[in-house]
């Protein structure tokens, strides 16, 4: 399901990035490490240009470990600098400054400091980094999405400014797995899209991938071969229980999400680059096969105009 929610902050915030960027030493591009495919926007790659880029991979202690270190080698490989922290290790923060001050050409004649704007779509962990960074509460924290929503600089020290930017979206998220996961994890308004068909669609992955931390935390007996039929079960497990003794879909599906976004069900990453080279090529495709029933339309009505108007002269 392609999947359209562009509010119009994450508009004009965008517009303000394409302003400051010529003034931008370094970018700090956070991700979810459970999602580093997903939670990267290709608008802020195209805005960003030639800048140095920093992948700061957060929460990853919510992700599978051995599929952080996957992507953190697949970033290196392409010459992307990158680093995975957690708001629970406060050594990995840390070890961001240091990082960032390898990626600018230092000044003896520089008057102003270096400028390091931070980015991400929304609910990554922007905020929470920036505090981190920052030693103290500057930036908005919450669990839903589109929390900060204007730009604000951020004094580090005399030589070092943070500018902390709202989470931004692009118009339309055409890989349609790249959706649910967004859902999955939170980084859009869970009203943009049916609680339960993001539960099914995760657990499509999950009943693969991780089925021992499903039994886990569920029941040894949680039945694994249809995603419907798991979300039932759980719904039944928990008492998410309708009028007539049917399980509440809804309900079941929103426990769930509730469940994995706090890493209750485990360490889990729901992407990996492989993945992101296939799911890049199919997007490819729907872009082309968008692209022709664009020029069909417009062919056929061309073609109505040019039938109408013949008739009219007739």
């Excluded at 999602?35 to 290709?42: A, L």
């Excluded at 990853?60 to 599929?67: E, G, I, M, R, V």
């Excluded at 930036?139 to 989470?167: C, F, M, S, Y």
């Excluded at 079941?252 to 509730?258: D, E, I, M, Q, V």
Aim: hydrophobic share 40%; proline share 5%; net charge positive.
């Amino acid at each position: 399901m392609a999947i359209q929610w562009f509010p119009g902050h994450m508009h004009k915030a965008r517009k303000e990035m394409a302003m400051v960027l010529p003034d931008t030493d370094v970018i700090v591009e956070v991700l979810d490490a459970r999602i580093p495919f997903s939670s990267e926007n290709p608008m802020l790659e195209q805005l960003r240009g030639r800048k140095p880029c920093l992948k700061v991979l957060t929460k990853s202690d919510l992700a599978d470990n051995t599929q952080t270190k996957i992507w953190l080698d697949a970033f290196e490989s392409s010459t992307t600098k990158s680093i995975k922290i957690s708001s629970q290790d406060p050594a990995s923060i840390k070890a961001i400054q240091p990082l960032i001050k390898t990626m600018v050409k230092p000044s003896q004649s520089r008057v102003n400091p270096y400028v390091v704007m931070v980015v991400g779509i929304p609910n990554v962990g922007k905020s929470t980094l920036i505090n981190l960074l920052a030693g103290r509460t500057v930036a908005k924290t919450g669990n839903e999405p589109a929390i900060t929503k204007r730009q604000q600089h951020i004094v580090l020290t005399d030589h070092w400014v943070l500018r902390d930017t709202p989470g931004v979206l692009w118009p339309n998220v055409d890989n349609p797995y790249s959706g649910f996961r967004l859902a999955a994890t939170g980084a859009i308004r869970d009203t943009a899209m049916d609680s339960a068909d993001v539960a099914t669609h995760l657990l499509d992955y999950l009943c693969v991938h991780y089925p021992e931390q499903l039994k886990q935390r569920y029941n040894a007996d949680l039945p694994l071969d249809s995603s419907v039929g798991t979300l039932e079960s759980i719904g039944r497990l928990r008492g998410c229980i309708s009028a007539g003794g049917l399980v509440d879909f809804d309900r079941s599906a929103r426990l769930l999400l509730t469940e994995f976004r706090a890493g209750k069900l485990g360490e889990m990453t729901l992407e990996t680059p492989d993945m992101k080279l296939k799911e890049l090529s199919d997007v490819e495709i729907i872009r082309a096969e968008k692209e022709l029933k664009k020029e069909e339309k417009k062919a056929a009505r061309k073609a109505a105009r040019s039938t109408k108007h013949t008739r009219s002269k007739n």
